[in-house]
């Protein structure tokens, strides 16, 4: 059974950053595509971005473009999101996630087979 553990979260200003970190156990996740989504209070949890195997594919929710990178090192079975110029609607909990149906799409949540228990990101304004 794998699992899939988050680290890297916590308490930022508005126009810091954080990087997140997703570490692979207990399985292979060779050809899965892994993925960070997030949940804020009241609302469904979102889609953020996704990576491919080989890395040679990445996804990304408009609202992060150009401030987020997602990216992997399947030697180390860690998977990283790099947050820059975070925003307070950054502010959620954000969850790894791997599956192994295929890249399209990257952004359906219930295409994901496996979750981690996430970690919580705080940007105060």
């Known amino acids: 059974q794998g699992q899939l553990v988050e680290s890297g979260g916590g308490l930022v200003q508005a126009g810091g950053s954080l990087r997140l970190s997703c570490a692979v156990s207990?399985?292979?996740?060779?050809?899965?595509?892994m993925a960070w989504f997030r949940q804020a209070p009241g609302k469904e949890r979102e889609f953020v971005a996704a990576?491919?195997?080989?890395?040679?594919?990445?996804a990304y929710q408009d609202s992060v473009k150009g401030r987020f990178t997602i990216s992997r090192d399947n030697a180390k079975n860690t998977v990283y999101l790099q947050m820059n110029s975070l925003k307070p609607e950054d502010t959620a909990v954000y969850y790894c996630?791997?599956?192994?149906?295929?890249?399209?799409?990257?952004?359906?949540?219930?295409?994901?087979?496996?979750w981690g228990q996430g970690t919580q990101v705080t940007v105060s304004s």
């Open positions: 990576i491919s195997w080989s890395g040679g594919s990445t």
């Open positions: 996630a791997a599956k192994q149906s295929g890249w399209h799409p990257p952004s359906l949540r219930d295409e994901y087979d496996y």
């Open positions: 207990g399985r292979t996740f060779k050809n899965y595509v």
